[in-house]
């Protein structure tokens, strides 16, 4: 069974196109086909002006028809789009909303903080660590920052605070949301077992990359702050000539890795897994609970 979602996050729309296999007695097995990402940073528009500029929505419709025409290819029958923080905060997202379903087929729904929380814990991925640990899953994007922690087998408590890459790029984040955030892994994130966080995101999984950790180990929280002061004293050009990254990655990985920083430090945990996984991933999991009951092969 082919299955897709479409992810249109504050920094970039993202399309996941997987293949799901199940044999009796088994869980599935989740492949990835195609991933395909595009930077449209819709939250530099709308955390300014509070709206979608008429070039951005140009640019995600041809976004969208690209990803339709993807999906006819693939003969994909069910697809999971959802749009975050950006489109939840833009005067004209039911506008954009209604176009794109007029022009492409696509109905993409708008989720809340708390929907996408849920939908990185579709991973389960703490469920398939050592019961010795609790698990903090921090998700970083452009408009928003979303916590959930596992604990002792169970989902314990999840959250979404508008402390995103993007944001804080725009000086958009007032000190008492800081402090919100602040406030709640104080008190919300404790356990009787050390905990461990688990990262997901775009800026994390560069940062995984650049320190060529070996897969399976976990970054510690004083690399980052290594990474964070490195990149923090260059200028966007150096960061991109010194390391490789593209543009729309220079300028957001270092506010990513301050919110990664800030919560870790706030949390007492001191590394922090990255397994490749995301809100879309967490999209394919929750499409597949809602159809597995059709035949896979």
């Not at 920094?11 to 990402?37: C, G, H, M, Y």
């Not at 833009?90 to 993409?108: F, M, P, W």
């Not at 000539?241 to 920083?261: H, T």
Request: neutral net charge; hydrophobic residues 40%; charged residues 25%.
């Amino acid at each position: 069974m082919k299955l897709a979602a479409i992810d249109i996050g504050s920094n970039a729309a993202r399309l996941l196109i997987s293949e799901v296999t199940k044999q009796p007695k088994q869980d599935p097995v989740f492949n990835k086909i195609n991933l395909v990402r595009v930077p449209l940073r819709l939250g530099f528009d709308v955390f300014e002006t509070g709206e979608i500029s008429k070039p951005k929505v140009k640019m995600l419709m041809q976004t969208l028809k690209a990803y339709q025409h993807l999906l006819e290819a693939y003969q994909i029958k069910h697809v999971y789009a959802c749009a975050t923080s950006a489109m939840r905060d833009a005067r004209n997202s039911k506008d954009i909303i209604r176009k794109v379903k007029l022009e492409t087929g696509i109905e993409i729904k708008v989720i809340s903080g708390q929907e996408e929380a849920s939908f990185i814990y579709e991973n389960h991925v703490a469920e398939n660590l050592d019961s010795d640990h609790s698990y903090l899953y921090i998700d970083v994007g452009g408009g928003s920052t979303e916590l959930t922690f596992f604990a002792n087998g169970a989902l314990v408590s999840k959250e979404s605070f508008n402390i995103g890459t993007i944001r804080i790029l725009k000086d958009q984040i007032q000190d008492e949301t800081w402090e919100d955030l602040k406030d709640y892994v104080k008190k919300n994130i404790k356990s009787a077992l050390p905990s461990i966080a688990i990262g997901s995101g775009g800026n994390i999984t560069k940062i995984l990359s650049m320190s060529k950790t070996k897969e399976g180990k976990p970054l510690s929280l004083e690399l980052l702050k290594d990474y964070y002061k490195e990149l923090s004293i260059v200028s966007l050009a150096d960061r991109m000539n010194l390391y490789g990254l593209k543009e729309d990655r220079a300028d957001v990985i270092v506010p990513a890795l301050l919110i990664y920083i800030q919560v870790m430090k706030w949390a007492n945990i001191d590394a922090i897994y990255v397994p490749k996984i995301g809100l879309v991933d967490g999209l394919i999991h929750h499409l597949y609970d809602q159809v597995g009951n059709i035949a896979v092969t």
